[in-house]
């Protein structure tokens, strides 16, 4: 199976097809961050979403140390 990497802002996003003809997503600067689309562009959506929300949880857990990650809007390109 041939891999599509698409770059969301610095973040790289991993998308692998799977076998229910859909593709699985995983960033490797967050591990355990992962979605997965029925489509190509249903995985970019969701990709979208899951690295917001992983970002947001982040910045949470890091703001009780003073902290924070910077969660600029995100954009998704193509390779």
Known sequence: MNKKI????????????????????????????????????????YAKEALELWIEELNQFFSFNNKTIRNPPIRIFKN
């Open 6 to 45: 698409t770059k969301i802002l610095s973040y790289n996003a991993i998308f692998t097809p799977n076998e229910q003809k859909g593709f699985n997503v995983s960033f490797p600067d967050f591990p355990g961050c992962v979605t997965f689309g029925k489509s190509f562009e249903d995985a970019k959506k």
